[in-house]
């Protein structure tokens, strides 16, 4: 099972959108609704942002925003803050308890 | 609130085996699976296997299948993965994560640094 495919790295001014890319499969992304999304500072714990596909958890600022079409999955930030600078990885169920994840996107604020 | 904490980092030689903790709290620990997840330097994070530690059933990736071991002691509320036959391909930190309960991992644990060298 390949990793997902994430853009490298994606940079926006203050206050600016920035959208990162997740694009899978028929088989992963777009088969199930279970895609998750993560803020990772390095040293730190992932803080998990998105579930099923556009949900928030309870704290995770509406400025974070999940979307999917066919086979590709998007984390949209709006309103791009200083602290948003970090690593953001896409994670898809795959089916028969198997889990993928993205190579990751550096966001950085310029 | 949930914590998931986990042991120390570990330095080891070629073919040798590693056992991590993940300590929990905060939530019903037998209700929720546990994840395992590692992530080498300058990569995206893999998935390795997954633990519901309320009949103690397991999955794990095929690529650790026969190398990796989870398990979990209930009255500690305490999962654990052991990775054998280590190899300089396996330095990595290691992360344990809870389920959300929906496929998904949810809180995650602050990671684990695995060193392979002779």
């Known amino acids: 099972q390949s990793a997902l495919t994430q853009p490298r790295s994606v940079a926006g001014s203050p206050g600016q959108s920035v959208t990162i890319s997740c694009t899978g499969t028929?088989?992963?992304?777009?088969?199930?609704?279970?895609v998750s999304w993560y803020q990772h500072h390095p040293g730190n714990a992932p803080k998990f942002l998105i579930y099923h596909v556009d949900k928030r958890p309870s704290g995770v600022p509406d400025r974070f925003s999940g979307s999917k079409s066919g086979n590709t999955a998007s984390l949209t930030i709006s309103g791009l803050q200083s602290e948003d600078e970090a690593d953001y990885y896409c994670c898809a169920y795959a089916g028969g308890y198997f889990w993928v994840f993205g190579g990751g996107t550096k966001v950085t604020v310029l | 609130q949930v914590q998931l904490v986990q042991s120390g980092a570990e330095m080891k030689k070629p073919g040798a085996s590693v056992k991590i903790s993940c300590k929990t709290s905060?939530?019903?620990?037998?209700?929720?699976?546990i994840h395992w997840v590692r992530q080498a330097p300058g990569q995206g994070p893999e998935w390795m296997g997954w633990l519901h530690p309320g009949n103690g059933n397991t999955h794990y990736s095929q690529k650790f299948q026969g190398r990796v071991t989870i398990t979990r002691d209930t009255s500690a509320t305490t999962a654990y993965m052991e990775l054998t036959n280590l190899t300089s391909e396996d330095r990595a930190v290691y992360y344990c994560a809870k389920d959300y309960g929906g496929h998904q991992l949810e809180f995650w644990g602050q990671g684990t640094l695995v060193t392979v060298s002779s």
């Open positions: 905060g939530y019903t620990f037998t209700a929720y699976a």
């Open positions: 028929s088989s992963d992304v777009g088969a199930y609704k279970y």
